[in-house]
């Protein structure tokens, strides 16, 4: 039988560093926060060929939203290799 979705998690926080994805996990386990990491495989047109890079996005309970917000403040990540989406 299929599990319902109870809508609870959100998107929290894309990147495509992978150091950044290491930081900011080490941030949510010290902190208590549950999460859930998609790992897509971005391919783009670059001088006649393709790259492809990959982006980890953050999903969170969103009855942590706040709590996870408090743990990145304290990280200081630049906004340039951390995208929001809250």
């Known amino acids: 039988m299929a599990e319902k979705r109870q809508g609870r998690e959100i998107a929290f926080a894309e990147t495509y560093d992978e150091a950044v994805k290491k930081t900011i996990e080490k941030a949510f386990l010290k902190q ?48 340039t290799c951390v995208h929001y989406l809250i």
Do not use: P, T
């Open 32 to 79: 208590g926060i549950s999460y859930l990491i998609k790992v897509d495989k971005v391919r783009e047109m670059k001088k006649g060929h393709f790259e492809s890079r990959m982006k980890y996005s953050f999903q969170i309970n969103r009855l942590q939203a706040e709590e996870a917000k408090a743990a990145l403040v304290m990280l200081d990540l630049d906004e």
